[in-house]
């Protein structure tokens, strides 16, 4: 455990801040922000009381029953924040002794059953001994715990804590799945091991805490021997997972701001701020943070957050690749994730993703399942296919923004698109790799676009899987020195891959971007139909023509 997180430990130990009425109403005479990192600390960051995102009641049933149980979320959703108020809050009523610890660090060791184990079992006597000072546990373990052999230690070191405590004892053991190969394993079986002689010999209740459920733990042991967390841990009762905030706790935790500060938002913000995160707790804090914080009009309390003020803050956001969004991207690469993702930026009607697999996303708050699996908020969508085109998209060569101007400064998107038919000819080979294939059209679609219209303008994505095509919307500011806070060019793209027989594709297609063009009050569209099917020529493949579907005119292009 770091000194930070020891710190925290020690600090929500011996807190006395009430955790079910931090929030909205706390009083705290130091300006407060919005927290970006780390566990929430109340009397420095602006929060929704922990507490209030559970069903804490069943979370008190489960333990009373002496119940083990999972708890995770996806990265920097409060999970463990919340793992800490709920040991505050066992701690406070006195029934049990609760201890946090995070075995993050044990992961250093791989799957080194010697080292791990006595690495995680470090980390969670000094966590006892923190949370419940003189228990005299950290000295126990150093003088004779260590001697015990790594695949009986834990058990050991639980069984002693059980036995020394007054009280029946709650483990709340977080980033378990950070652990790998025997480490993992056999942390899992020494607690199942003990699960029968609780609560006298063993904890009461164990919490496991994770972003993954167990049923997602995968430990390799060599070609073709795969054993899942269900199956070393199947003593688990119930699998809880954190939710993200709701719209009405996404306004009262930027409320918080304004009560504290007299900085009022634009109520235009509100639909953009949900629509963009649509809960996810470290978007709505990163935006609030670069709304209030980091902008030059943000800082000035004296005057309100306006709509132009928090699409800027964004925009930086996104562009920023904080770590937070690194991470994200980085799960890209991952087999499980890029099978999902793949199909849902194709808008296939299927995917080859197992139904487990698409849980497996879900739980890493990546996509949303219901009511149809799409990439979970609109920040996301935009980031995942630049992530995926980064490097294609800046090594585009010879594309100038002024090459597809008018002379009234609007985009000419039929020079624009034609340009893209010649780019896609060139470059048809491409593709961010073989899990990605059947998007890749759309994705070096996206990259020429972006490469084009950034820094000016903005390109919003919608896709989802079934919906059998992804939709642009392109954005263009008429006037350059109000940028998009003036009158703007909205312009609406749709991509469908052909499936069948083009005619009808192209039918299906008008339906659908004619609906879209109404849907965000565009005043132009373009369908464009990506021909992988035939073995037609480049010059058969590419041309265009025009369609009109319930008296909107639209460009048709081949590609």
């Known amino acids: 455990m770091d000194s930070s997180s020891r710190q925290a430990t020690r600090r929500t130990a011996s807190s006395s801040v009430n955790w079910s009425s931090a929030g909205e109403g706390t009083v705290i005479a130091v300006e407060r922000r919005f927290n970006t990192e780390g566990p929430i600390k109340p009397d420095k960051h602006y929060c929704v009381a922990p507490l209030s995102r559970v069903d804490w009641p069943q979370i008190q049933a489960l333990v009373d029953d002496e119940r083990y149980f999972v708890w995770h979320a996806p990265r920097q959703t409060g999970k463990t924040t919340t793992l800490l108020a709920m040991m505050a809050a066992f701690n406070a009523a006195g029934r049990y002794s609760c201890a946090y610890a995070n075995i993050e660090s044990a992961q250093a060791e791989r799957g080194n059953l010697s080292t791990g184990i006595p690495a995680a079992c470090s980390v969670i006597a000094r966590s006892i001994d923190l949370c419940a000072p003189g228990s005299g546990i950290d000295q126990w373990y150093a003088d004779r715990g260590r001697s015990f052999a790594p695949s009986d230690q834990l058990s050991r070191l639980l069984t002693r804590w059980a036995q020394a405590a007054p009280k029946p004892v709650v483990l709340l053991l977080d980033e378990v799945d950070a652990l790998v190969g025997d480490t993992l394993i056999s942390l899992l079986r020494q607690i199942r091991a003990g699960h029968a002689q609780r609560p006298e010999n063993f904890p009461q209740s164990v919490i496991l805490g994770g972003v993954r459920d167990v049923r997602d733990y995968r430990i ?146 990546l996509v949303k399942l219901r009511p149809a699996a799409r990439i979970a908020n609109r920040v996301y969508q935009e980031i995942i296919p630049r992530e995926l085109t980064w490097a294609r998209q800046v090594n585009i060569p010879n594309q100038q923004t002024a090459w597809y101007l008018t002379g009234d400064h609007r985009l000419d998107l039929a020079a624009l698109l034609s340009g893209f038919q010649q780019f896609f000819r060139d470059n048809d080979s491409w593709t961010p790799g073989e899990a990605y294939k059947e998007a890749s059209a759309q994705l070096l679609l996206q990259a020429f676009l972006q490469r084009v219209v950034n820094g000016d303008g903005r390109i919003a994505r919608e896709y989802a899987l079934g919906r059998e095509r992804t939709d642009l919307l392109v954005e263009w500011p008429l006037d350059p020195a109000r940028g998009l806070h003036g009158p703007a060019q909205r312009v609406v793209i749709e991509t469908k891959l052909r499936r069948g027989p083009l005619e009808k594709d192209i039918a299906d297609g008008l339906v659908q971007v004619v609906g879209y063009l109404r849907h965000s009050a565009a005043a132009e569209a373009h369908l464009i139909i990506f021909d992988r099917l035939s073995d037609q020529s480049w010059d058969q493949k590419i041309w265009r023509r025009t369609e009109t579907w319930d008296g909107v005119t639209v460009s048709v292009w081949g590609a």
């Open 220 to 365: 390799d042991q060599g070609p073709g021997q795969v054993i899942t967390g269900g199956g070393a841990f199947n003593i688990k009762a119930k699998s809880l997972r954190l939710g993200d905030f709701t719209f009405a706790e996404t306004q009262a935790l930027w409320r918080q701001h304004s009560a504290q500060t007299g900085q009022a938002f634009d109520p235009a913000v509100w639909p953009q701020l949900w629509a963009d995160t649509e809960g996810q707790p470290w978007l709505v804090n990163a935006l609030g943070d670069e709304t209030t914080g980091a902008g030059d009009p943000g800082r000035d309390r004296s005057r309100p957050v306006s709509l132009a003020d928090y699409h800027d803050a964004r925009e930086r956001l996104i562009q920023s690749r904080h770590t937070h969004l690194d991470q994200l991207a980085d799960k890209l690469k991952e087999p499980r994730v890029a099978n999902v993702v793949a199909a849902i930026l194709a808008g296939a009607d299927d995917t080859k993703a197992a139904g487990a697999d698409l849980e497996y996303v879900e739980d890493l708050g």
